[in-house]
């Protein structure tokens, strides 16, 4: 639902008299409130910082592997080094 909000999705669901299934696993308990408070959250930012809802869908939408920290692409100990690396770099210590 990143690019609907809940509204467009009933109506979709009325349209297509879509019956809604609910989930059985234990998260589904408490979804809704942790949907409410996310929604929530999302609104207040929006106030806060008109546009920051779209700008986080488009990085959403420019995520490259290289940038995420999975170990597939470079293994932990080669991320640790080149860590201490920049670190050296920035502290001008030279690491």
Same mark, same amino acid.
């Given at each position: 639902?990143?690019?609907?909000?809940?509204?467009?999705?009933?109506?979709?669901?009325? &349209?297509?008299?879509? +019956?809604?299934? /609910?989930?059985?696993?234990?998260?589904?308990?408490? $979804? %809704?409130?942790?949907?409410? *408070?996310?929604?929530?959250?999302?609104? &207040?930012?929006?106030? +806060?910082?008109? /546009?920051?809802?779209?700008?986080?869908?488009?990085? $959403? %939408?420019?995520?490259?592997? *290289?940038?995420?920290?999975?170990?597939?692409?470079?293994?932990?100990?080669?991320?640790?080094?080149?860590?201490?690396?920049?670190?050296?770099?920035?502290?001008?210590?030279?690491?």
């Amino acid at each position: 639902m990143a690019y609907q909000s809940t509204l467009e999705a009933r109506a979709y669901t009325r &349209e297509c008299y879509l +019956e809604v299934i /609910g989930c059985c696993c234990p998260v589904c308990v408490d $979804l %809704g409130l942790k949907c409410q *408070r996310i929604k929530r959250w999302l609104l &207040e930012l929006e106030r +806060e910082h008109p /546009g920051v809802k779209n700008s986080m869908m488009k990085a $959403l %939408g420019n995520v490259a592997p *290289r940038h995420l920290l999975d170990t597939r692409l470079k293994p932990l100990p080669d991320l640790r080094a080149d860590a201490l690396v920049h670190v050296g770099a920035a502290s001008g210590n030279g690491l």
